[in-house]
């Protein structure tokens, strides 16, 4: 049992001693890391830029609730209908602010939801008039995310698109436009 004891004392002994060997070789390359040599360029100050600055772009978006509004009256109007509907509001790049599975939507809903949002946002129009001109340039429709069925209308500020409203599950595309169309108009109140 002695022995056992011998070897812990010395085990223990060993390890402080790599311990502190390692502290100090690390002590000294910061040291040595941090201290300025003569000659050598200091680094370059940040570039500043602001609004001024050509190199940048401003854009506008709807706000979180501004977003969570629309898909709300987007959805009572669904169920007021009786339908059981996903909405999807996507800003002006396609991505998902906010995402709604109403009770009963199906398990395709919410990803038809999203995508019809990105087309309407996209071309800046509802999809019901993007589905029509599919007959004159069918390969619209092998766009990476898009989905052109009616389903989906655009939210514009001056005429230009900030955000799409999408929506699917109800039996025709139609219905499912009359309801995002119900959430543009919640964003006018």
């Known amino acids: 049992m002695k022995k056992t004891s011998k070897t812990s004392v010395r085990t223990r002994v060993l390890t402080g001693t790599v311990a502190a060997a390692a502290l100090a070789a690390a002590g000294v390359g910061a040291v040595s890391a941090s201290a300025e040599t003569t ?60 995402l709604l599975k109403g009770d009963g939507a199906g398990p395709q809903a919410p990803e038809s939801a999203e995508r019809k949002a990105f087309t309407a946002v996209s071309w800046n129009a509802p999809t019901s008039e993007l589905a029509k001109r599919l007959a004159q340039a069918p390969n619209l429709k092998d766009i990476p995310g898009t989905l052109f069925l009616a389903g989906a209308a655009p939210v514009q500020a001056k005429g230009a698109p900030v955000a799409g409203i999408g929506v699917a599950g109800a039996p025709s595309g139609d219905l499912d436009e009359q309801f995002a169309q119900a959430g543009v108009a919640a964003l006018a109140k």
């Open 39 to 98: 000659g050598t360029p200091a680094a370059p100050a940040a570039a500043k830029a602001d609004t001024r600055d050509g190199n940048l772009v401003q854009s506008t978006g709807l706000t979180i609730d501004a977003a969570t509004r629309a898909a709300q009256a987007a959805l009572d109007a669904a169920t007021r209908a009786g339908q059981h509907v996903a909405v999807a509001v996507v800003d002006r790049d396609g991505v998902t602010r906010v």
